[in-house]
């Protein structure tokens, strides 16, 4: 203790001190933490039903409470009947995977697999260099992938990873608070249908990172149910294309959604359009990192993109063989924590918490329009403020960059920037597990001197 005490410590970025305020937070919490400890403890790996029986169960019971608490349609529960854990399964279901970025690629690897017909390159029984491997090989390389020029970058990276040469990142406008609206999708998806391409996954953002800005979801659900009716669907095959994946990425702000208040309308709704839904419970609801529920309406694509039983898993097959809805074999007892989390707290202690969070958010909002020197800069959404040094670009974007980095080096208080639109914002994302007012308004204090000791604020 004494070496991590004087040798680790003070090098590490401490995310759980009350004024970090940068990137999303991560929450370090008793229960959470206990969970952690006993799984640690217990150190069952699940890659199979058989292998983790009891921790298996338990995490598509947890992701049906979830479910049921976030209001996400019925088809992403695993058991329909109402009782916990028993009774008919239906073809959907929750899983947790490490962060959201897996939950992205999964998804992606499941919408391929859909759109070539089930092909999946190398797969047992394929990959034998015939015509039909060659024709699917040629297929996948049309194949594009949409989300906005405001998705995490994880989208792009699971196209890499996916061997997707396509991928459209569409326009947003500050007019619509930086959100991707249905027109933008339409257009791209004719243009390239026109050219001969196959539209296979989209992926709609609900808050994103810069801004935590929330994508038309009801939208685009209507327009890709437009654009690919369900009679032509089916995917590959060589008839009429099927209909793209739509995923979902609520990263942070979908785990607000425990509040009926912070379900943004009518993009909530619009989840009952969505193949796919993500959400980070270790961005914003107490649970330590990592837990990422992945919810899908049919798991089928995901089986018949990831499934692979070698000799020794052979016998025990069970349809909530986890191993055939991530990419790594192993998997850890996450459901252990999110257990805790939710049983020591309820529904209505995570309200509570979410709602403390988003009322720092607005206590610190209102610091910033309360100073004609800076304004803010993107509207408030639950924890998150963007807010710049009032000015004229290049000046106030240099400045505002400047600004945070002076803020930083100061030690008081922790943020980051963004671009959006060709403007740098600098970025407050409030809701640390001990985080109060004080220290709200301790960091404020601090961005002012900081402001300050750089001349007072001229840009
Ligand atoms: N999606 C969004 C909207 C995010 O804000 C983030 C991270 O901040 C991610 C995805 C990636 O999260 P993870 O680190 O769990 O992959």
Known sequence: MSDLNAHLLPGLTHWQAPSFAAWYPAHTTYPGLLGELLSGAINAIGFSWASCPAGTELE?????????ALALPAAFRTHHDGEEGGGARGPGGGVIQCTASDAVLVALLAAKARALG?????????????AGDAAAALAATRLVAYTSDQAHSCVRKACMVAGI?????????????WSLRAPALE????????????????????GT????????VAGIGACLATSFPEEEGGGGGGGAPGRPWLHVDGAYAGTAAVCPEHRPQPAWAGLSSADSFSTNAHKALLTPFDCAPLWVADATHLRSALSLTPSFLRGTANDLDFRDWQVPLGRRLRSLKLWMVLRTYGRSGLQAFVRHAAG????????????????VAAPRRLGLVCFRLAGGDPGASKATAALVEALNAGGKAMMVTAEVGGRTLARAAWGGAGTQARHVDGAWAAVVAALEGMG???V
């Open 118 to 130: 089930g092909w999946v390159a190398a797969a047992p029984g394929g990959g034998g260099g015939g």
């Open 209 to 216: 990172t810069a801004t935590c800005a929330v994508d038309d």
């Open 60 to 68: 598509s019971i947890v992701l049906d409470w979830l479910a049921d």
């Open 165 to 177: 040469a396509h991928l459209r990142e569409l326009p947003t406008r500050e007019e619509d608070g």
């Open 456 to 458: 007072g604020g001229s």
């Open 360 to 375: 720092l958010a607005e206590r610190f909002e209102a610091h910033v329009a309360s100073d004609a020197r800076f304004e």
């Open 187 to 206: 257009a791209a998806l004719a243009a390239d249908a026109a050219a001969g391409l196959t539209p296979c996954f989209v992926v709609a953002t609900i």
